[in-house]
Every structure is written in structure tokens, then in C-alpha cells.
């Protein structure tokens, strides 16, 4: 049976925890906001480029055929890579595992699929598997950036264009809501025209007259990047958004157990210093007692 020290030293403990555990909630409530609002403020440029796209796509035919559509190899298995989002730091509940377990599952053919790591749990743990690496992205500024997007989409549109990669995925988290994140598998590469469909798409679009300078290829080579990196960045700034936001949720829970036990600790600490003062009592009465006697 514990005594009052133990008891006293384990409340410390606890108490020490809570305090990190509490710092860690405001840290992440503080972070998150700031990506929402940075996303925020992006969301329109990138929604731009993305309607130029669509433009071009719906009104060049030539394009449409040459730029949409899967690359077709000698022994018809493209060659496909996926850039895996997980946090730099655990204590976020199930948001790194859901996302390695999404990844996994995708992955199929592990001769033809390859692997770029962004966050060093998934650097970790896929580095000990059975998988190719072409790239571990690692970044120190915190929250995502547009030249880190822009890093990323240099790489991947060099290996594309070389046709070391035919097809390029993004695994990431997507936040709908601050308690319902989803890990989430998109398909990036090669464009689909069903992707510009919709808004920004064919019933946004109805300049028919459309004119490129100084030529549709050009200008498809300048904007697919910048769309490529849209995209790249806001499932970055998704995916911090979403591992705040998690662990936001698990600091808070773990704060609440911490005070929990504190008052279940503190509730056995006062019995048995109860019971050592009634002990204390009946032994003065009982010395009283004797000395009467």
C-alpha cells in the first residue's frame, strides 16, 4: 500500500505533466489558426492558376490530348510515386499512423512505387521498410511555406519530365472539420480534365476566344508547375492545419486524465492523512488515559 510520500511524489509528477501537457494544447490552438488564415490568404492565387488551366484545357484540343491521359511503358506498369505528409513530432493521437497506414495500403508494387518522405515520423518508420526513397524533404520553419512547395514541385516535375515517375500521389491529412481529419490519397499527375471540371471549370469558363502568348506550351509550362505547387502547399498547410488540430484533441484529453488522476491521488493523499491524524489522536487519548490511571 502507497504511503502519503509516494502519493505526494506521484502528484508531482502528474502535476508536472499537466503543465506540458497544457502548453502543448495553446501551442497547437496557436498554430492552428495561423494556418488557417494563411491558407486563407492563398486559396485565391492558387484558384486562379487553376482556372487558366482549365481554360487552356477546354478550349485546345491538341493540349487536352497531349497533357491528359496515362503514360504508357513497355511492360504497361507505370511507375508511380507518393509524397507522404506526417508530422515532425508524435503526440498527436492517430494522425501519423493513419496516414503511414493509407500510404501502405496504396502502395501495391513496391518495385514500381516510390516514396518522398515529408516529416521525419514518416522518414522513420518507411526508411526501415521494404521501399525506394527518391527524396526525404526536410524542412525547419515550422509552418509550411510557399518555396517549400516550390522545392517539392522542382523535384517532382524533374522526375516526371524524365520520366523516372509516371504518376504522382499525395497522401496527407485533410481537416473537415477540428474533431472528423481523414487521411486522404489525391492523384496529382498526370493532369485530368475532370479535375478542372466544376468550379473554375466548364461552367465557369466561357471565353471561347482564347489566345496564348507566346504559345500554349509555354504557357502551360509556366502555369502547371505553379498549379502543381498550389496544390502541394495547401495539402501542407492542410496537413499542419490537421496535426494541430489532433493534437490539440490529444493534449486536451490528456489533460483532463492528468487532472483526474490529481483528484483521485489527492482524494486517497487526505484519507490517509486522516487516518494518520485520527492515529495520532487515539494514541494522545490513550497516553492521556494511562497517565490517569
Same mark, same amino acid.
Given at each position: ?124 518508420? /518507411? ?11 526536410? /524542412? ?14 522542382? /523535384?517532382?516535375?524533374?522526375? /516526371? ?6 504518376? #504522382? ?26 479535375? #478542372? ?42 496537413? #499542419? ?53
Amino acid at each position: 500500500m502507497a504511503n502519503m510520500r509516494d502519493i505526494r511524489l506521484r502528484m508531482k509528477s502528474i502535476q508536472q505533466t499537466l503543465k506540458i501537457t497544457s502548453a502543448m494544447k495553446l501551442i497547437s490552438t496557436a498554430k492552428l489558426s495561423r494556418a488557417r488564415i494563411q491558407l486563407s490568404q492563398t486559396e485565391p492565387y492558387f484558384d486562379r492558376i487553376r482556372e487558366a488551366i482549365a481554360n487552356i484545357f477546354l478550349h485546345t484540343e491538341s493540349v487536352r490530348e497531349s497533357q491528359l491521359g496515362p503514360r504508357v511503358r513497355a511492360d504497361g506498369i507505370p511507375r508511380r510515386a507518393f509524397l507522404v505528409m506526417t508530422s515532425d513530432k508524435g503526440l498527436a493521437g492517430g494522425f501519423n499512423h493513419n496516414v503511414i497506414a493509407l500510404a501502405e495500403s496504396a502502395m501495391t508494387r513496391p518495385e514500381t512505387d516510390y516514396l518522398l518522405l515529408l516529416g521525419a515520423i514518416g522518414s522513420r518508420y /518507411f526508411i526501415r521498410k521494404n521501399t525506394t526513397i527518391l527524396e526525404n524533404f526536410r /524542412f525547419t520553419s515550422g509552418i509550411p511555406t510557399v518555396y517549400e512547395a516550390k522545392e517539392i514541385t522542382e /523535384f517532382i516535375m524533374s522526375q /516526371f519530365d524524365s520520366e523516372v515517375i509516371d504518376e #504522382f500521389y499525395i497522401v496527407y491529412t485533410r481537416m473537415y472539420s477540428s474533431v472528423k481529419l481523414e487521411p486522404e490519397l489525391i492523384k496529382i499527375l498526370p493532369l485530368v480534365e475532370a479535375d #478542372f471540371e466544376g468550379s473554375g471549370g466548364k461552367e465557369a469558363v466561357t471565353d471561347s476566344s482564347l489566345v496564348c502568348l507566346p504559345s500554349t506550351d509555354a504557357v502551360l509550362e509556366t502555369l502547371i508547375p505553379k498549379y502543381l505547387s498550389g496544390v502541394i502547399y495547401g495539402a501542407m498547410v492542410e496537413s #499542419f492545419a490537421s496535426e494541430h488540430s489532433a493534437r490539440m484533441t490529444a493534449m486536451d484529453s490528456a489533460t483532463k486524465n492528468a487532472q483526474e488522476m490529481l483528484e483521485g491521488l489527492q482524494l486517497k493523499y487526505n484519507r490517509l492523512r486522516q487516518g494518520a491524524i485520527t492515529q495520532e489522536v487515539t494514541e494522545i487519548v490513550a497516553g492521556a488515559a494511562a497517565l490517569n490511571i
